[in-house]
């Protein structure tokens, strides 16, 4: 971990006073931003800066870092080849650590009439850049985000009629507003959502031969990164010889492309599944250049619907992708704007077990563990299922802090953001909320990961056995998850039947299954 970086303000010297000084940060790279509405090259300038910040309030993955680095710098390049004037500073090993400390040093020299920046997408950062501004007693103006189909009034403005908050609700609510995937006022082929169509796990003989994904190998702006990245944080994990991560709005657009033609069509029907070294199976692997700002969400669900619409892909397939999009995209970002900053203190049902260190080395006799940590830590991608029901369900399971388990998924993957990353870990995988965003925990035994995947086959563990040598580990913690929060959810309507289920155990199988559960916890059977 380097101790400190430092930068190099390419601040060059000008003649006339500068109007605006347009602040992009990492996650902000959208050419058509409203940053630059009536920007004028002579008056105003682009401000962006690597700090070491960014990449070590929680310990990145090589790969996290190197996508927004290279993402940056070729965002950078191209706004200078449209003649923007852009004040860059590049991470080194002496400087600024963090966004506030760097902005304030080139607010020194620059002395803007304004700075004007979109509205940051986290928290964090939107108070460090009012901070700054405040402290250097210059106005700030913070534009709207025009990359998202919604913004987060809307979400609040619908959320005041609502007793509780649920996906299904809200995204309805964007169907009907925006007209995807309707005739008219009725949803497409007549349902809302075709989920029940999309749940299947390949056969015994696996997913056959998959479409690869298109690769984007560095360039050499990409591979100097690479390299830089690689200098900077010895001991980080990461494979970055297989980095091929689109970092450029033409990459982003054919890796769109790419999937709409070749995954598109059976993406609906395994979703959910998982296989053994397979990554990518028919997931689109966009999340990275929509957080990032390369790719527009209404341009990926209008590339969808198109697909449907021209008989391309079928209807449950499109639909439980734009789902994704218009759906959980828009409503976990509604849900963090409405929550915070409260909402990353939740812990409602008390879990206060740290992560196990096999989260950061992959170095687990858990099969599924294993394979969905090492993809991440190489690759910095896990798809949906492998977060939700396999990492984020065993640190359910097991009790971890949130606290922990959110800075863990907030380090490793290359699409990590802070607004969306934090209501999927603390509300959707952990239910430290309570129920805001989602109204069950998604919890399962290993049956449920030996159903969607070929893993157990290659486990020394049985899915089906809760105690015992050979126990799974999955299905211990989930029936002692039960008993440990059987008085929360006894009456609840989903899971009120796996507490009963729990209760007609007989006392000596519980009594085996809690002193398993204990095991699993103490810090010598952690791997
Ligand atoms: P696909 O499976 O192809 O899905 C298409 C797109 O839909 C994604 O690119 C993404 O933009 C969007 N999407 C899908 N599910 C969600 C969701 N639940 N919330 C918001 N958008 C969604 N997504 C992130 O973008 N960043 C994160 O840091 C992140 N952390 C997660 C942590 C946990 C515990 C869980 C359960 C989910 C997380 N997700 C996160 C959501 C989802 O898992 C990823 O967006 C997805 O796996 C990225 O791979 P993909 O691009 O191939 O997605
Ligand atoms: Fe995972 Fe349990 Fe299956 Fe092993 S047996 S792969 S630990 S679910």
Redesign the pocket.
């Known amino acids: 971990m380097p101790t400190a970086t430092a930068v190099r303000a390419e601040c060059a010297p000008r003649t006339a006073p500068l109007r605006r000084l347009a602040v992009v940060l990492g996650d902000q790279l959208d050419a058509e931003s409203a940053i630059f509405d009536g920007f004028d090259p002579d008056a105003d300038a682009v401000w962006m800066a690597e700090v070491s910040d960014e990449a070590s309030h929680v310990p990145s993955t090589l790969p996290r870092i190197v996508m927004f680095l290279a993402a940056m710098r070729h965002f950078r390049d191209a706004l200078r080849a449209r003649g923007l004037r852009v004040y860059y500073r590049e991470l080194t090993l002496d400087g600024a650590g963090s966004i506030g400390q760097a902005l304030a040093e080139d607010l020194e020299t620059l002395r803007p009439a304004q700075v004007v920046t979109v509205e940051a997408g986290e928290w964090r950062l939107r108070e460090a850049l009012r901070a700054t501004c405040r402290a250097a007693d210059l106005p700030l103006s913070e534009l709207a985000d025009r990359h998202f189909i919604s913004t987060a009034e809307e979400f609040s403005a619908w959320a005041a009629t609502r007793k509780e908050w649920r996906l299904e609700y809200f995204y309805r609510h964007l169907r009907r507003r925006t007209g995807v995937l309707m005739d008219g006022d009725t949803p497409c082929g007549g349902q809302w959502n075709f989920d029940k169509e999309n749940r299947r796990g390949f056969p015994a003989a696996g997913p056959g031969l998959l479409p690869p994904p298109v690769a984007f190998p560095p360039d050499a702006l990409t591979r100097d990164v690479c390299d830089a990245v690689a200098r900077l944080f010895p001991g980080r994990r990461g494979d970055l010889s297989r980095f091929d991560w689109p970092v450029t709005v033409e990459d982003a657009q054919r890796a769109l492309a790419d999937f709409i033609a070749h995954r598109l069509p059976l993406f609906g029907h395994f979703q959910d599944a998982m296989w053994h070294g397979e990554p990518w199976l028919y997931?689109?692997?966009?999340?990275a250049a929509?957080?990032l700002k390369l790719l527009r969400p209404a341009v990926v669900v209008a590339a969808a619907e198109r697909a449907f619409r021209t008989g391309h892909a079928p209807l449950a397939a499109v639909e439980g992708?734009i789902r994704?999009?218009l759906g959980?995209?828009e409503y976990?970002r509604g849900v963090y704007w409405q929550s915070m900053p409260d909402y990353a203190g939740q812990n409602v049902l008390q879990a206060n077990e740290p992560l196990p260190d096999f989260f950061w080395t992959g170095d687990t006799d858990r099969a599924c563990l294993r394979d969905a940590i090492g993809q991440t830590l190489d690759l910095g991608y896990a798809?949906?299922i492998q977060?939700?029901m396999v990492t984020?369900l065993y640190a359910l399971l097991l009790g971890v802090r949130p606290r922990e388990i959110h800075a863990w998924?907030l380090a490793v993957?290359v699409?990590?953001?802070e607004w969306?990353?934090l209501p999927?870990?603390l509300g959707?995988?952990q239910f430290a909320d309570g129920g805001r965003l989602a109204s069950k925990p998604y919890i399962a035994s290993g049956r449920y990961i030996d159903r969607m995947s070929n893993y157990c086959g290659r486990c020394r563990y049985s899915p089906e056995q809760a105690h015992g040598p050979k126990a799974c580990p999955f299905t211990t913690l989930y029936w002692d998850f039960l008993e440990r929060h059987a008085d929360r959810f006894w009456g609840h309507p989903r899971l009120g039947q796996q507490v009963r289920n729990l209760q007609r155990m007989s006392p000596d199988t519980r009594d085996a299954i809690r002193a398993q559960a204990a095991m699993l916890r103490a810090p010598a059977s952690a791997s």
């Open positions: 997931h689109s692997r966009l999340a929509l957080n992708f994704q999009i959980w995209r976990v798809h949906h977060r939700l984020g998924y993957y699409d990590a953001v969306v990353e999927n870990v959707m995988s």
